[in-house]
Nanobody
């Protein structure tokens, strides 16, 4: 089984910083793009940032210059460093990873590439 577990959410102040971390674990053969999405109450889930396996980042315009995404391929971890927080950034933040999982069934390996999601971590930014 594959799991993505986020940590580091909580309460931050406008202008302050928070750091989110997400670790993928389980029967993982390889990981492609990793990233973060967020969903505010009553709104759709939106992209925040992604990073390719070779470390190329992509950010939504709303967070450019304030957030930094990074990853540690050896630890299957993706980090989102959030600086200059804004109240409109209050949302549940979800980690995601496109990865290939494997299963050993009667000594035969089966592979499946799919997008996996974490359970989400609440980020609240006070003004």
């Amino acid at each position: 089984q594959v799991q993505l577990v986020e940590s580091g959410g909580g309460l931050g102040q406008a202008g302050g910083s928070l750091r989110l971390s997400c670790a993928a674990s389980g029967s993982i053969l390889s990981i492609g793009d990793m990233g973060w999405y967020r969903q505010a109450p009553g709104k759709q889930r939106d992209l925040v940032a992604t990073i390719t396996s070779d470390g190329t980042p992509h950010y939504t315009d709303a967070v450019k210059g304030r957030f930094t995404i990074s990853r540690d391929n050896a630890k299957n971890t993706v980090i989102l460093q959030m600086n200059s927080l804004k109240p409109e950034g209050t949302a549940v933040y979800y980690c995601t990873a496109e990865l290939t999982a494997y299963r050993d069934i009667n000594d035969v390996f089966h592979f499946n590439r799919s997008q996996y999601w974490g359970q989400g971590t609440q980020v609240t930014v006070s003004s």
